[in-house]
């Protein structure tokens, strides 16, 4: 037997009714050996109703795990803070619709955000623009600036609030208009590739069905 566990980004029904859910990343699949399966049978036949009130609460449980998980591994791999990641995964949890309105049979990690602005890497006025570390790592970026009075290097520069921490450049030849650097970094795309994507797929693969045993056994009763 095979259990999909799926990862997309929308909240349409696919085969199983039980989901846990990421941004555009792809099923999981659980394999079940025919003891396995034979005591999840059995299990699920002896919680009765309960069944689907268990089931849920390892999605759920299971689901916040593989949320750490993902948080942890953002923070080295696109530079940002671990309070900026863990702001930008929102999450749904699974519900078995037992206390009114309607059952939601995923627990669903989302992203939002677009790309993000320089400020939050940690920039620094430096030759003739702005270093900073988006993916952790320096990066320059000619033309940039965080401070006015005189060329780069004069001591008298000094920051501004007008800017509000923001890198900004010239748009042309002229002093003005300005506009935001941003970093080219998007944390949905970052959480479903590298140390994220893997860090979600280890945690789902190996706790998501001891979860479902533990559960079950809990609400079965005797």
């Known amino acids: 037997m095979q259990l999909s566990v799926l990862a997309m980004a929308t909240g349409s029904a696919r085969r199983s009714p039980y989901r846990l859910k990421v941004r555009e990343m792809a ?115 000619a033309g940039g600036f965080t401070k006015v009075g005189g060329g780069f290097g004069k001591k008298r520069r000094k920051k501004t609030k007008k800017f509000g921490g923001n890198v900004m450049r010239r748009v042309g030849g002229s002093r003005k208009p300005l506009e935001v650097v941003k970093s080219g970094l998007d944390i949905p795309d970052e959480m479903v590739t590298g140390a994220s994507a893997s860090s979600f797929y280890s945690t789902v693969q190996s706790d998501l069905m001891p979860r479902v045993f533990h559960e079950l056994l809990r609400v079965i009763p005797g």
């Not at 002896?46 to 449980?61: C, D, F, P, V, Y």
């Open 27 to 141: 099923a999981v699949q659980i394999r079940i050996d025919a003891s396995q399966l034979t005591t999840l049978g059995n299990l699920l036949g002896a919680a009765g109703e309960k069944s689907q009130t268990a089931i849920m609460r390892a999605l759920n449980h299971t689901g916040k795990k593989a949320r750490i998980a993902m948080v942890r591994a953002l923070v080295p791999q696109t530079g940002l803070k671990n309070k900026t990641i863990k702001k930008a995964l929102g999450q749904h949890t699974a519900y078995d619709g037992r206390s009114g309105g309607a059952a939601r049979g995923a627990y669903v990690i989302k992203s939002k955000g677009g790309n993000i602005r320089l400020k939050f890497f940690k920039p620094r006025e430096g030759g003739d623009g702005v270093d900073a570390s988006p993916w952790n790592a320096q990066h320059h970026y």
